[in-house]
């Protein structure tokens, strides 16, 4: 079975600080892992991959399968950062069923 | 180039009824997937579609049901709806080797 865990719901930083959304999955074979991010009254959008290995927006996430997680990291967090941020799990190949974590609300303060 | 368009947007149902929701993917995209969002549940997965066959299925009752059509748009039904129910709808679009992208979703009210 495929899971994902984002173990806050909340997360509250000052702009100016880093911000790291923590990640983590289980799933026995070799997962493709995203990043969705919905802004306020705005559709999920996709934020990251990890085989595509861009920053985004100031945000990267590094696949690390011994710890399985993919924490979402951007050094200096900005206002226009404030969302509702998901990890998502696909097995790849035709399997598209994406499982979400319930996802972490990023609050950046000024 | 246009995004994932869902239809309609708002829907109030009563307990018993059935409803359809309709999705259009981006064009040239021919896997279509459909999500359930609540606050208690979050987003989970209900089926995907891929030229017009049902290829993977979430845990969802069998009231649940999808197809998807020559021209790749999608519709979800459900039937015999129950409070339960009322969640936003999501569907979600993708091309091969490329992640998905997603409507603004349906939202839906049994009441």
């Known amino acids: 079975a495929q899971r994902v865990t984002q173990p806050e719901k909340l997360l509250s930083v000052f702009k100016g600080a880093p911000v790291e959304l923590k990640c983590n999955y289980s799933?026995?074979?070799?997962?493709?892992l995203f990043w969705y991010v919905q802004y306020s009254r705005q559709r999920l959008q996709l934020l990251l991959r990890?085989?595509s290995r861009e920053s985004i927006k100031g945000f990267t996430a590094d696949l690390n399968k011994g710890e399985t997680s993919f924490h979402l990291k951007k050094p200096f967090a900005q206002e226009e950062d404030s969302a509702m941020y998901y990890c998502?799990?696909?097995?790849?190949?035709?399997?598209?069923?994406?499982?979400f974590g319930k996802g972490t609300l990023l609050t950046v303060n000024p | 180039k246009a995004g994932v368009t869902q239809t309609p947007r708002y829907l109030i149902k009563t307990r018993g009824q059935q409803v359809t929701l309709s999705c259009s993917p981006i064009?040239?995209?021919?896997?279509v997937s459909w999500y359930q969002q609540t606050p208690g549940q979050g987003l989970q997965f209900l089926f995907e579609?891929?030229?017009?066959?049902?290829?993977n299925k979430g845990n969802f009752p069998g009231r649940f049901s999808g197809r998807q059509f020559s021209n790749s748009r999608s519709e979800m039904n459900v039937s015999t709806l129950e409070l339960g129910d009322s969640a936003l709808y999501l569907c979600?679009?993708?091309?091969?080797?490329?992640?998905?992208?997603f409507g603004s979703g349906t939202r839906l009210t049994v009441v």
């Open positions: 979600a679009s993708s091309l091969v080797g490329f992640g998905y992208t």
């Open positions: 799933y026995s074979g070799s997962p493709e």
């Open positions: 990890h085989i």
């Open positions: 998502a799990l696909s097995p790849g190949g035709s399997n598209y069923k994406l499982t």
């Open positions: 064009s040239g995209h021919r896997s």
């Open positions: 579609y891929f030229s017009e066959t049902q290829r």
